[in-house]
């Protein structure tokens, strides 16, 4: 940690970590013809992160930002393979997978009343296996891996569920009326495109999704009481976000859009 200033401070971060070996849990979804029927073992993985960054308080403190840099390396990740035709699921190692990007992260007061934040991240996770193969879907989806005698290469493949962008703001402003705060929140959430499983899939890809929420409530007697109106997904943007593969083309989606009225008591 190095002290620029009273307002600003750089640091670097180098970190190790382990996780142990893990054993499948859900024989359901063993495959019985195989030895120790179907129920499979991960080795154990360790991991070495790099960090570097910056955080600083600007405007006489109205405003505070933090801006890193990141790379990850693990070695004999622990990864499942779940569904194909069999709807099996198998613990698998891959040989290293590597990850690097930037976090950002500000808080500013415009005004004395309208408080925004922001956050955004990119992400750029990578399989490097070239002896890691997995079975494709059972339900006939489209696979783009090259197919081999033992399944599909994942090699050169992002981790599951990892989007490289990542953004999220919000917006308050409150005013004062009487012994209360009126207030009025609207947060917003953004993914890019993201793979299901562990195969890459023209089907079992998800799109890029930008969910956003509004809250709009009085507080009074410090915060202790609240009542609002709130909405979720409030322009009801549908997305698929996971799948089941193994013997149709199933999807599942996010939540709709919700309304809603609250009313909050802390003691």
């Not at 997995?134 to 090699?155: E, R, W």
């Not at 004062?176 to 959430?189: C, K, N, R, Y």
């Not at 562990?198 to 009542?227: A, H, N, P």
């Not at 943007?237 to 709709?256: A, K």
């Amino acid at each position: 940690m190095y002290a620029a200033s009273d307002n600003v401070n750089f640091y670097a971060r180098v970190a190790t970590g382990f996780r142990a070996p893990s054993i499948q849990g859900r024989l359901l979804f063993a495959d019985p013809s195989a030895p120790n029927g179907g129920v499979t073992t991960a080795g154990s993985e360790e991991v070495l992160s790099y960090e570097i960054g910056v955080k600083a308080d600007l405007w006489d403190r109205r405003a505070r930002v933090g801006f890193n840099l990141f790379r990850y390396q693990v070695d004999d990740q622990q990864l499942i393979a779940v569904g194909g035709g069999a709807n099996i699921a198998t613990l698998i190692n891959a040989d290293r997978s590597v990850g690097q990007g930037f976090e950002l992260d500000l808080q500013a007061w415009l005004t004395d009343s309208l408080l925004v934040t922001l956050g955004s991240s990119y992400n750029d996770t990578e399989i490097q296996d070239a002896n890691l193969f997995v079975p494709g879907c059972g339900g006939g989806c489209t696979v783009t891996d090259p197919l081999a005698a033992d399944g599909y290469s994942i090699d050169g493949n992002p981790l599951p569920q990892s989007p490289k962008w990542t953004h999220a703001l919000t917006a308050r402003w409150g005013i004062p009326i009487q012994s209360g705060e009126f207030f009025v929140l609207t947060d917003w959430a953004y993914r890019s495109e993201v793979n299901f499983f562990l195969y890459e899939s023209i089907e079992f890809t998800g799109k890029s999704s930008l969910e956003g929420g509004l809250r709009v409530g009085y507080l009074w007697e410090g915060g202790d009481y609240e009542l609002a109106l709130f909405g979720r997904n409030i322009t009801d943007h549908t997305r698929i976000v996971g799948g089941i593969d193994f013997n149709n083309l199933t999807g599942f989606l996010n939540e709709p859009r919700t309304l809603g009225l609250e009313f909050t008591a802390r003691f």
